[in-house]
C-alpha cells in the first residue's frame, strides 16, 4: 500500500475556474502535510504546509486537511495558464517525507 | 531564502565510471536528503541525513553511498554507474521534520 495517493490526472479545467487536487495518506501519525509545484524539468517548489485540520489560505491556493479520514487536498481558484504544472503532495510522520506520484494539471486559455 | 545548489544541472556519464553529486545548503538545516525522480514512479528516498557523519537508508539506497563531513554539504555517490541510474537527482534540506527545500536538480544520463 502506497503511503500518499494521488490521482495521475491528467486534470484540465478552464482559464479562471477552481481546480480541486486531492490526496490520502495511510500513516495516521502524520503530522505535517505539504503541497509542491513541479514544472516541467524543474524541481518542486513549496506552495503550501498545512498542520491543523479544516482550512488555510494563500492568495489563490487554499489547502484543506481532514486527519480523521486522512485526506488532504488543494484549490487553486481563478486558475491561470501559469498554474499548469504537477501537484506533488507530501506528508511526514515524523522523520521522513513521503510522496505521492504528483497530479498534472493543465490551464486551459 | 533558503537556498539549495547542486554541483551540475546536466551529466554525462559513461557505464561503470564513478559520479559524484555534490550539494549544498546554505540555512544551516539539520536534515538533507537525496531523492531520484522517475516517470510514473515519483520521488523516490534514496538516504538522507540528520547530522554531520550521520546517514540513513531511504528506499532505494542500492548502488548509492553517501557522505556529510559538514553540515550544509551532502554528497551523493554512484560507486560504478550503471544505466538505470539515469534519472533526474534531488537534493533536499529541512529543518527538523519541516519543509523540505529542494535544489534545482541533476539530470544524469548514464551510456
Known amino acids: 500500500q502506497k503511503e500518499v495517493e494521488q490521482n495521475s490526472g491528467p486534470l484540465s479545467v478552464p482559464e479562471g475556474a477552481i481546480a480541486s487536487l486531492n490526496c490520502t495518506y495511510s500513516?495516521?501519525?502524520?503530522?505535517?502535510f505539504f503541497w509542491y509545484r513541479q514544472y516541467s524539468g524543474k524541481s518542486p517548489e513549496l506552495i503550501m504546509s498545512?498542520?491543523?485540520?479544516g482550512d488555510k489560505e494563500d492568495g489563490r491556493f487554499t489547502a484543506q486537511l481532514n486527519k480523521a479520514s486522512q485526506y488532504v487536498s488543494l484549490l487553486i481558484r481563478d486558475s491561470q495558464p501559469s498554474d499548469s504544472a504537477t501537484y506533488l503532495c507530501?506528508?511526514?510522520?515524523?522523520?521522513?517525507?513521503?510522496f505521492g506520484t504528483g497530479t498534472s494539471l493543465t490551464v486551459i486559455p | 531564502d533558503v537556498k539549495v545548489t547542486q554541483s551540475s544541472r546536466y551529466l554525462v556519464k559513461r557505464t561503470g565510471e564513478k559520479v559524484f553529486l555534490e550539494c549544498v545548503q546554505d540555512?544551516?538545516?539539520?536534515?538533507m536528503f537525496w531523492y531520484r525522480q522517475d516517470p510514473g514512479l515519483g520521488l523516490r528516498l534514496i538516504y538522507f541525513?540528520?547530522?554531520?557523519?550521520?546517514?540513513e537508508k531511504g528506499d532505494i539506497p542500492e548502488g548509492y553511498s553517501v557522505s556529510r563531513e559538514k553540515k550544509e554539504r551532502f554528497s551523493l555517490i554512484l560507486e560504478s554507474a550503471s544505466t538505470n541510474q539515469t534519472s533526474m537527482y534531488l537534493c533536499?534540506?529541512?529543518?527538523?521534520?519541516?519543509?523540505?527545500?529542494f535544489g534545482p536538480g541533476t539530470r544524469l544520463t548514464v551510456l
Open positions: 540555512m544551516d538545516h539539520e536534515n
Open positions: 507530501a506528508v511526514n510522520p515524523g522523520n521522513q517525507f513521503y
Open positions: 533536499a534540506s529541512s529543518p527538523l521534520a519541516d519543509t523540505q527545500y
Open positions: 500513516d495516521r501519525v502524520s503530522q505535517s
Open positions: 498545512i498542520y491543523s485540520n
Open positions: 541525513s540528520y547530522d554531520v557523519k550521520m546517514k
